[in-house]
């Protein structure tokens, strides 16, 4: 049988009682924090032309977009909320799998919940979890043993065409069969790929709007009783033989499916840039701050890094160390340890338009050394060596191995509530503080709209 049954028994059986106590806490902070970086993305580029285009685009009124008055189809909406989530790159990120899951989740189930009228707190914590654990299981099982960035492809974007149809299936509590069907047609449609961090384009905020407008529009089609293909995960021309070569695990897929869930592993993220430089900037502020480095000590920075990071994170070379976008400085380790070091913290405000051209940090990128280490190779975000030499010879170096937000280390609900009203505050205290409230109460709340009202304006 293939594995698309198995997802699609999962999605129609599974309710909230089923969900262990840490799952649910889990994605209260994954909801959370995607509400919060979406209001923090709504005004960056990429994000702002989706939105004006959904807009002008119309259409039936359904479905809310955040951080405005506009109502617009299901679909639509959904793409225009993940754009402006995925657009900071701030939204949580499963370190194993490489790959954004709770995106491809939440704003399906938010869009479709509200236009079918029945989302409660608890369907949205049930849906959102199934969401993330599909996504995180599709992505785990890719080449094991290998760095699925070395495919070349957008694994949240990829995968996030079927994910989406089968949390949108389960909102429209289509049965098994159409389930499935669903699967399929989000199938067929399965595209991202990497090309556009190489070139800085804003495409890649825009990858899993695609997935999520694509997924929900399959699961409407199932339910008018159009077919999709059965086999689309494991069959001859599925998922895994038509872009991965058959290089997958089935066991890592299915095992302990409906009674071990992902979720429990996503990180959340404390900086608003690619995973992959977390260790890094962790590793600089805690040469900075613990020992009282300052960027005018500093003579030399060696970064030792993998030949994955090195391709993803260090590579065009000129781009990464004069970013020609935010983009660019998003998915650049030069930049994200070169921040830490003249600012001492990393925030918002260090992957702008403005920020990419600010003289200090652009002086220290360009005086960093880029060598390959691959005994740093680790499962997840593998870690930076960050070394320094002061203009006065000293020598100092650091590995952080366990960035904040990992598993070890993880983001608590304050964190995240902190996090949220950071990228909120366009909302007003008293309304961040109700939002806040609402949903770490979430599995008591009969209507997810009072939480939807909160996110948009009159």
Known sequence: M?????????????????????????????????????????????ATQVCELVKQWGGKQE??????????????????????????????????????????????????????????????????????????????????????????????????????????????????????????????????NGQCVKDGALTKRLGPGFALKGGITAAYLARLGVSGAKNSVEGEWGLYRQYMDGDYSRDILTRDLGRRFEGVNVAIKPYPCCRGI???????????????????????????????????????EDAKRTPRSPVDAQFSIPWGVASA????????????????RNPAVLDLTRRMRVEVDNSLHRPGPEPTRVKVITREGKAFSRVVENPLGSFERPMSFDDCARKFADCAKSLGKEKVERIIHLVEQLEQLEDIREIIRLLTTE
């Open 2 to 46: 293939d594995a698309s049954y198995l997802f699609a028994r999962n999605f129609v059986s599974t309710e909230y009682e089923a969900l262990p106590p840490e799952v649910v806490e889990a994605t209260r902070k994954e909801i959370l924090d995607l509400l919060g970086v979406a209001l923090g993305g709504a005004s960056r580029a990429g």
């Open 63 to 192: 479905s809310s977009i955040i951080g405005s008055s506009c109502r617009v189809p299901a679909p639509n909406a959904a793409q225009a909320n993940a754009t402006m989530a995925h657009a900071l790159d701030f939204d949580d990120v499963h370190e194993a799998a490489v790959m954004h899951p709770g995106i491809a989740s939440i704003p399906v189930a938010i869009a479709v919940g509200e236009a079918e009228g029945n989302l409660s707190g608890r369907e949205l914590i049930v849906s959102t979890a199934l969401g993330v654990d599909m996504m995180c299981r599709l992505a785990l099982a890719t080449t094991p043993g290998r760095s699925p960035i070395e495919l070349g492809w957008h694994l949240t974007s990829l995968f996030g065409f079927m994910g989406a149809a089968a949390v949108a299936a389960r909102m429209m509590r289509l049965d098994e069969e159409m389930t499935v069907n669903a699967i399929g047609i989000g199938y067929h449609q399965c595209a991202g």
């Open 278 to 316: 977390h260790p890094a900037i962790d590793a600089a502020l805690e040469l900075a701050i613990e020992e009282g480095l300052r960027s005018n000590d500093l003579g030399e920075i060696i970064l030792s890094v993998t030949d994955a990071h090195l391709a993803l994170l260090c590579l065009p």
């Open 341 to 356: 070091f003249v600012k001492r913290r990393v925030g918002l405000d260090d992957f702008t338009e403005d920020a990419i």
